[in-house]
Nanobody
């Protein structure tokens, strides 16, 4: 059974940093691109970032480029999102996700976790 469990969300002041983690199990983690998406209050899911199977290629939405970094540790089956210079527009539920059917989808996904809340507020 595919399981994705996010953690690390918190309340942080504008300009602050957070590191989100995602523990993956139930599939061969190193064989799949991994994705972070977020859902802002009252809006649909928004793609944030993708990392390739060995972490050599990363992709970031323009809204987070230069502030967020995606990474993975295949030995630990872990996905990370380092978020710096946070602002109020980053307030959202953050989900890790993957496309089990195709494996190398940059934007598509068919499995996601329960999410972790990030709130940026003074």
């Amino acid at each position: 059974e595919v399981q994705l469990v996010e953690s690390g969300g918190d309340l942080v002041q504008p300009g602050g940093s957070l590191r989100l983690s995602c523990a993956a199990s139930g599939f061969i983690f190193s064989s799949y691109y991994m994705i972070w998406i977020r859902q802002l209050p009252g809006k649909g899911p928004e793609w944030v970032s993708t990392v390739s199977r060995v972490g050599s290629d990363t992709f970031l939405a323009d809204s987070v480029k230069g502030r967020f970094t995606i990474s993975r540790d295949n030995a630990k089956n872990m996905l990370y999102l380092q978020m710096n210079s946070l602002n109020t527009e980053d307030t959202a539920i953050y989900y890790c996700a993957t496309d089990i059917k195709y494996g190398t989808s940059k934007y598509g996904y068919d499995y996601w976790g329960q999410g972790t809340q990030v709130t940026v507020s003074s």
